[in-house]
């Protein structure tokens, strides 16, 4: 099998805003060669400014005022880590991310837009929008009726959120609208500033005008005239300023800390540095905040990425002057303005409904494409091992001291390890590898851990020693070793945290990232949990939702969530660990852990072992949230069809697409284990106490005379 191409350019975008999803959008439709792409986002989907207003009125939904970034990252085939940067190392070209290795970049294009000035750090900034969502159901309910709620800033953005506000609070909360002006809409036409406060009178919203706000503390809203409005909440829909850690990596940076860059979108201090959206300002260009020159700085942001990985040279933007402003009224209406001109009506809404409509629609419709097989050959002698170099500096971080009983390790790396198990215990030892299924090594690396772990947690053994077995695609100029270090990383901070000890491994080239341990526990002979002993009457507790399969398989058809994701994610790179403890508190009998041969091809093996037979019920089967319905769509693991034959004699109950859990592959899966049935209901207390999704999904039966071994049922 052959490498796919070395990777020469690293091209990183920070943030998820409306200029960097159409810079993915592109390079989904055009690849570029040796060129990779990271997305580094917050939050798993990106909200779209336009629709804000009506999302929070209920004219959208969330899936339709949000793009999902899971599927257009994998159409694009970038790599989408959902973590927040702390700052950015630009000597290095590496960026900071809180509890995980840098991000190192090539190229490196920032969009990750800003936060409304704010004198004084009470109140709730508008942006980001994904935090300012959360905190607006918060604010809700923590709010007693009648109470005031102030939004700072009456321009176009704060305007039409008091208006949507006021329709969703429908007379529960008091909407005062704070203007250092004469009127809201300064810049707009008389027209449009005449209805606009028309819609704000009709609507109940307070108007405060031409006073500039100052700090909010202990319910008081400070005035420039020397009064004070009192308030129970504030909104803050100003001016935006970008995060601070832009101007301090040494980026040049205009007042409001906006990364300055040229007409070409490259910063004026970094030739490999890029910038758009709210958090750039254009050298003698500057354009209001708004998400209209955002979109528009996509497509020319997209082409000057293609040609600086090219080494090309960069074209020029001009920014047009004057946008078209839409401004959403409620109840069916709006109004636009351009060039002085406004219009104003119900058709101005279905107009500006069916522009945002279309925009959302070119990003939802992403489906990842192949890729061109065509690259080079590499030798495969020596068995393609990593570069010695490269190696050692991955793993320069890795080496801990070892435990007495560990002799030889990493500190002091020789032919092999050498360990010394404590007398009278028993060695537990298991061995798992699979390929990446994500672009994210650290969390690869962590999932790849917890899953080679989980074979000893379902033994009741306690995690000693780790063998590591990688292979990374060849790339030059330390990347490998960049990608190797996130990789192990990530899996031993996990290792680490279930007491386990990395004391060697191996590496070598291959076409697609891969990662596996040898792992090795100790245990009480007498303690060590089988899949036999399975009782009559023994509720069958699981300690994890099903349908990472499922997930995984719908992932790379662009068909996942980016949220459904993300939980799965979390779920898989959670060790077994506190569950094998709880389950043993609480007398388990047997155990095993659900992996590749899905619930059903795991309870059999539990089964036959025991000589006893099983009622599961299909209702009660947890499911990660997506798999359900991707099931529904007949999305299914390559596996799942092999795993078919666990099934077989059982008599299937219609549809359900709950059946497909049943044999659908985990990967990093829960326990499965025999709980008395006195000692199930606080079993699953435990567990559930402990942050985990666990169900009583079944009970054990005396073996039928036929011999069938598993019968399910629905409520």
Known sequence: MRPSAPITTDLVLLGAGHAHVEVLRRFAMRREPGLRITIVAREPHTPYSGMLPGLIRGDYSCDEANIDLAPLAAASGARLIMAEATGLDLENRAIAIAGRPDIPFDLLS?????????????????????????????????????????????????????????????????????????EPLPGAPVRARATARSALVEAGIELACGVQAGAFAAGALSLSDGSYLRADQVLWATGVVAPAFLAESGLACDDSGCVIVRHSLRSTSHRFVFAAGDCASIAGAARPKAGVWAVRAGAPLAANLRRAARGRPLRRWQPQSQALVILGLGDGRAIAW?????????????WKDRIDRHWMRMYGRMKPMAEDPADPMRCGGCGAKVGAET????????????????????????????????????????????????????????????HALSDLHAMGARPWTALAIVALPYAPGGKMGRDLTAM????????????????????????????????????????????????????LVLTKPLGTGILLAGNMRGLVKARWLATALDQMRRSNADASRLLRAHSARACTDITGFGLAGHLREMLDA???????????????PGALELAARGVESTLAPDNLAALRGVATIGNDPRSALLVDPQTSGGLLAGIPAANATACLDALTAAGMTAAAVGTVEPLEADGSTIRLEAA
């Open 338 to 350: 351009r060039n002085g001109i406004a219009l104003q009506g119900k058709l101005v809404w279905r």
């Open 110 to 182: 920032i969009d990750i837009g800003g936060q409304p000035a704010m004198p004084g750090t009470e109140g709730v900034p508008v942006k980001p929008i994904g935090r300012f969502l959360d905190r607006l159901a918060g604010m809700e309910q923590g709010l007693a009726d009648g109470a005031r709620v102030a939004i700072v800033g009456a321009g176009p953005a704060g305007t039409e959120l008091a208006l949507a506000l006021a329709h969703r609070f429908r007379g529960r909360f008091r909407v005062t609208l704070v203007c250092n002006e004469a």
């Open 610 to 624: 025991s000589g006893v037979a099983a009622c599961l019920s299909l209702d009660a089967l947890p499911a990660l």
């Open 488 to 539: 192990m990383q990530g899996a031993t901070s996990l290792l680490e945290a279930d007491g386990c000890a990395l004391v060697g491994g191996h590496t070598a080239e291959a076409a697609e990232p891969a990662l596996g341990f040898a792992v090795t526990g100790l245990a009480n002979p007498s303690r060590i949990l089988r899949k036999s002993g399975l009782r009559p009457g023994d509720a």
């Open 391 to 450: 190696l050692h500096l991955a793993l320069a971080n890795l080496a801990r001291t070892p435990s007495p009983d560990i002799l030889v390790a990493l500190d002091q790396p020789d032919d092999a390890a050498v360990a010394l198990p404590p007398p009278g215990m028993a060695v537990v030892q298991s061995v798992d590898h699979f390929r990446a299924f994500i672009d994210d090594p650290f969390i690869f690396g962590q999932i790849a851990a917890a």
